[in-house]
């Protein structure tokens, strides 16, 4: 238990579909981050917040959109999905951007049909 | 940009045998951590070691910052230990991590 959840675990859709995975943390941190993790790749950075502003958008597709509501809740809204999208979806908190050790949630495998 | 590599890509070891992971980075970096990614997929820390040595139970590691690289030790092995090992490193003013293409381990029991 790392103190940072994610829901769902398991997420099957279509092209068409329009889903939200949520992430939450338990750590009073001010920093949350969304990474994503494809089969035989590094994971990549796709959108870093600090007390609830987006600071960084790695060149992320607009069919993903991150959306901050405080600093415990990070969500990803995800719509018109392609297959190559499919991989695992990563959530991590730290105390705040840079020189601190970041925490990750169990992540959310999606499959885009 | 800075380079992050990690040896050896694959590991197969019997249970109770030590390892040695091996990360190597090409510049200078304000922040290290050490990951163990299960089978599951979650990550887990484990270290966080810019510089020095930790211990922790059967793992310890140990970073040598002026010359770019750093360890991770596993002594007696569990099959709880199998999964994939990375190292990230943070440099400079940016905080983002880069991230090594990881340690696959396998112990078998």
């Known amino acids: 238990e790392t103190g940072v959840t994610q829901t769902p675990r398991h997420l099957v859709m279509g092209m068409t579909n329009k889903k939200s995975l949520k992430c939450e943390q338990h750590?009073?941190?001010?920093?949350m981050y969304w990474y994503k993790q494809s089969a035989k790749k590094p994971l990549e950075l796709m959108f870093v917040y600090s007390l609830e502003e987006r600071v960084e958008n790695n060149s992320v597709p607009s069919r993903f959109s991150p959306e901050c509501p405080n600093s415990s809740h990070l969500f990803l809204h995800l719509h018109t999905l392609q297959p190559e999208d499919s991989a695992l979806y990563l959530c991590?908190?730290?105390?705040?951007?840079?020189?601190?050790?970041?925490?990750f949630g169990p992540g959310t495998r999606l499959l885009v049909l | 940009g800075i380079q992050v590599e990690q040896s050896p890509p694959d590991l197969i070891l019997q249970e109770g045998a030590n390892s040695t992971l091996r990360c190597n980075f090409s510049d200078s970096v304000n922040n290290l951590q050490w990951f163990h990614q299960n089978p599951w997929g979650q990550l887990i820390n484990l270290f966080y070691i810019p510089s020095g040595t930790k211990q922790n139970g059967r793992l310890s590691a140990t970073t040598v910052a002026t010359e770019r690289y750093s360890l991770l030790y596993i002594s007696s092995s569990q099959t709880t230990d199998s999964g994939v090992y990375f190292c990230?490193?943070?440099?400079?003013?940016?905080?983002?991590?880069?991230w090594g293409a990881g340690t696959k381990l396998i112990i078998k029991p």
């Open positions: 991590a908190s730290s105390q705040d951007l840079g020189g601190r050790p970041q925490y």
């Open positions: 990230a490193v943070e440099f400079g003013s940016n905080y983002q991590l880069i």
């Open positions: 750590l009073g941190h001010n920093a």
